[in-house]
Structures are given as C-alpha cells and as structure tokens.
Nanobody, 126 residues
Framework: QVQLQQSGPGLVKPSQALSLTCAVS??????????WHWVRQPPGKGLEWMGVIAYDGSTYYNPSLKSRTSISRNTSKNQFSLQLSSMTPEDTAVYYCARTDGLRVGVINRDQYDSWGQGTQVTVSS
C-alpha cells in the first residue's frame, strides 16, 4: 500500500520561497505509469493543480504558476519536492502531494488521484 508523507514549513514570509517534500513508501516513484503531483486548496476555494513529475522525471506545470514553480525528485530517497518562489498571502492554502495512475495534467477532480499526502497548511504572513 502506497503512503505519501509530506514535510515542510507551515509558515512562510512574503517574498520567500516554499519548499515541501513528499516521501513515498510502498511504491517507487520511478515505476512506469504513475505520476506524482502537487495540488493546493486555498481557503474557501476548490482544488488547484500545480504540477506533476512523471516516472521518467519529466515535469509539467500549471501555466499560471509555471514561472514560480519547480518540482524535482530524489530517486535514492524515493521522494519528490515542490519549490514555489516569491510567495504572497494569496498562496496561503493547504498543499497536498498525490498520485495518479497515468500521466495526467491539470487534474482538479479529487477522484482521479488514488493516493494522497496528509496535507500541509501553509500560511504566508509576515
């Protein structure tokens, strides 16, 4: 059974960068077919897809966030990470890592993800 464990800060100052990591157990992030995502949900709003890293390391990003977002991976640790630069209060949200079976871009339907991290409440405030 795959498990996703998130780590990272819950409070970020404006203009700083956010760094979150998702450690995966029970499955390899290099196994073909699966894809590994970062999504977020601002307060009172729906799910926003941020980006994905596929089993082969290829990455795809939400065009609205692409200039500030980077997703990378550490295959030796079986984990993948999110970096979001130039944070503003509008980036305050619960951030999740999640998995889909197959490479899908722009997924905002929760049912299309088969595994989730526990979520990280990130607040941007000075």
């Amino acid at each position: 059974q795959v498990q996703l464990q998130q780590s990272g800060p819950g409070l970020v100052k404006p203009s700083q960068a956010l760094s979150l990591t998702c450690a995966v157990s029970g499955a390899s992030i290099t196994t073909s077919y699966y894809a590994w995502h970062w999504v977020r949900q601002p307060p009172g709003k729906g799910l926003e897809w941020m980006g994905v890293i596929a089993y082969d390391g290829s990455t795809y990003y939400n065009p609205s966030l692409k200039s500030r977002t980077s997703i990378s991976r550490n295959t030796s640790k079986n984990q993948f990470s999110l970096q979001l630069s130039s944070m503003t209060p509008e980036d305050t949200a619960v951030y999740y890592c999640a998995r889909t079976d197959g490479l899908r871009v722009g997924v905002i339907n929760r049912d299309q993800y088969d595994s989730w991290g526990q979520g990280t409440q990130v607040t941007v405030s000075s």
